[in-house]
């Protein structure tokens, strides 16, 4: 079964400092892995996404996130946090061997705060 | 390019009214679409989703349902709202084929059952 894992429900950053949000996975086969990003209120957008190539992929907004197979994670991070980075992120997963077509399982969610 | 729209924005029920919550999309053909609902403002909950015209799965039970009468329509529907039926509601699509799991989602519903 798939799942994945986003151990902080919180992270705190001051602006300009290099922020890090976390997320670990359970696939069968080789993962697909998508960072999402939500403002209040909001529908979710698409930041980034790995699914094959290489580790470090760069996305919307600034942020990267860097695919490590041995770890099982896909840490989201970027170099210089913004107060409008402020924000829930969420960490999502499928596999090559999704029996679903289509489908994502979602973790829980952290909720990113930049102070200025 | 693909735009995805959500009705009404905001709604405030009784318990015990019905629902309806609509979903459409433009812009491609037979996505996959889905219907998460997403409790105090943190983890979505998969509630449906659809591979094709009248192809609907739910993830779990409960006291809704959802259809597709159309390639790009998706309804989620209730017809006796309850008090924890509250939330966020979302509406995404996918590609179905490439790389289908990318979805797309649209801004929301947002549900008070009072």
């Known amino acids: 079964a798939q799942s994945v894992a986003q151990p902080e429900d919180q992270v705190n950053v001051a602006e300009g400092n290099p922020l890090t949000v976390k997320c670990t996975y359970s696939?069968?086969?080789?993962?697909?892995l998508f960072w999402y990003v939500q403002y209040p209120n909001r529908g979710l957008q698409f930041l980034l996404k790995y699914i094959t190539g290489d580790n470090l992929v760069k996305g919307s907004y600034g942020f990267e996130a860097e695919f490590n197979k041995s770890q099982t994670s896909f840490h989201l991070k970027k170099p210089s946090a913004l107060v409008s980075d402020s924000a829930l992120y969420f960490c999502a997963v499928n596999s090559d061997r999704g029996s679903t077509l289509g489908r994502l399982y979602f973790g829980r969610g952290t909720q990113l705060t930049v102070w200025p | 390019s693909q735009t995805i729209h959500q009705w009404p924005a905001t709604l405030v029920q009784p318990v015990g009214s019905p629902l309806s919550l609509e979903c459409t999309v433009e812009?491609?053909?037979?996505?996959?679409l889905y219907w998460y609902r997403q409790a105090a403002g943190r983890g979505l909950q998969l509630l449906f989703y659809s591979v094709g015209i009248g192809q609907i799965s739910s993830e779990v039970p409960q006291n809704l349902s959802a259809s597709r009468p159309q390639d790009r329509q998706f309804i989620l529907s209730s017809k006796k709202l309850l008090l924890s039926d509250s939330g966020f509601y979302l509406c995404a699509w996918s590609k179905d084929s490439g790389n289908p799991y990318e979805q797309y989602f649209g801004p929301g519903t947002r549900l008070t059952v009072t």
């Open positions: 812009g491609t053909s037979n996505p996959n």
């Open positions: 696939v069968s086969g080789n993962p697909y």
